[in-house]
């Protein structure tokens, strides 16, 4: 960001601070990356215990009104009108083109309210975007401000009952509004069991440290977060998914319902069908480098013959498999797994074979 578009602070920056957080720019924000625990032991902290990360850069819209299932319905391809009160879904906004504008999680929290969680680079461009879609429409969109954190791993249930907002109730990819102003789902992303609860700022210090008094429960930075993320196979915007995507390429067709998939009312159906019916051109696979040197986001991949393959979009190591672990897009007909490719690394390449995703066992579904 430049002098004009200072970085956007955390409400719990000074919390960070005395946590030891070293901070860096994302999204327009200062963010903590890493503490001093360090970047393999916090990741490792969350597959065994409990992470805390602080995802307050991220922007909740709460759309409301009559008209609330319709604009949800023509913003995204989901059965907004059939999701049951309190169940989350994975989904996109997608432009005509079927290229997608963000990845979203929406929850349907009454007849007449859901609540939309959209990465922080992209929330002026979706609500703009939604803004745009329901200037017809008889709904409220507003962006909420709220603390926002994330807590996740095998303890993650049974610390969140101790400090008396029991949520164990929840089934993965539910929320429900425990308190006013508060939102809880059992999501994440992370590949664990977990929750994501948006609070506002005044409550937000107590809890968070309710939180972490909690010997199982450590503060975990946006590094951790990556490989966390890598490991469990899960796109990260701006990476792994943007304009160009689509989600048939970028194997997230599983997220858009059956009925969906031929048309419908939302912006993109009519591309959507097309890929669909015609196949994608590339598609997008794990990669598993041999030996110990990672690949990284933006490597060129080549095929057996020295012909353009592909690219890496995410790559680095995976602590919790012990071996470098990347994701990346590749020409369609060299998709199957054990295919081999090779990695252009400084002049030298790599070889790296298409891998099954995710790399690890994912025990988000658990709850």
């Known amino acids: 960001m430049t002098d004009d578009h200072p970085l956007e ?4 920056k000074a919390m960070h601070q005395r946590a030891g957080a070293k901070f860096a720019p994302f999204a327009g924000w200062e963010m903590p990356v890493s503490y001093p625990l360090g970047v393999l032991k916090e990741h490792l902290h969350t597959r065994d215990h409990a992470g805390l990360f602080d995802i307050s850069h991220m922007q909740l819209i709460e759309v409301t009104g009559a008209d609330a299932a319709l604009l949800v319905a023509t913003c995204c391809p989901v059965e907004a009108e059939k999701l049951a009160t309190g169940a989350s879904k994975y989904t996109f906004l997608l432009n005509e083109n079927a290229g997608i504008i963000d ?4 929850t349907r929290l009454a007849a007449e309210r859901f609540m939309i969680v959209a990465n922080a680079a992209r929330a002026a461009i979706d609500e703009a975007h939604i803004r745009r879609l329901a200037e017809s429409m008889n709904v409220s969109v507003t962006p909420l401000k709220r603390v926002f954190l994330a807590l996740q791993g095998p303890d993650a249930a049974a610390v969140m009952e101790e400090t008396g907002l029991d949520a164990t109730k929840l089934t993965f990819m539910s929320g429900f509004e425990p308190r006013p102003g508060w939102f809880v789902t059992r999501s994440g992303y992370t590949g664990e069991d977990g929750f ?10 107590a809890f968070a440290d309710s939180l972490m008094r909690d010997e199982r429960v450590e503060w975990i930075g946006l590094a951790a977060r990556d490989s966390l993320r890598l490991e469990a196979g899960l796109c990260l915007y701006g990476n792994d998914l943007d304009e160009q995507t689509d989600p048939v390429s970028a194997g997230l067709l599983w997220a858009i319902p059956k009925p969906l998939r031929d048309g419908g009312p939302y912006v993109g159906a009519k591309s959507l069908a097309d890929m669909i019916a ?19 986001g933006g490597t060129t991949l080549t095929d057996a013959g020295g012909k353009p393959a592909g690219r890496v979009t995410s ?12 994701m990346g897009y590749v020409r369609a007909e060299l998709a199957a797994p054990e295919t081999q490719l090779f990695a252009e690394v400084r002049g030298r390449q790599i070889p790296v074979r298409v891998a099954k995703l995710p790399f690890i066992v994912k025990r988000s579904q658990k709850g």
């Open 278 to 296: 015609s196949g994608p051109a590339e598609k997008r696979v794990g990669l598993r480098p041999d030996g110990r040197q990672p690949v990284r």
């Open 9 to 12: 602070q955390l409400p719990l």
């Open 315 to 326: 790559g680095g190591f995976g602590p919790s498999v012990e071996h470098p672990v990347a």
């Open 196 to 205: 994501e609860i948006a609070l506002p700022a005044d409550q937000a210090e």
């Open 103 to 106: 990845d979203l999680i929406v």
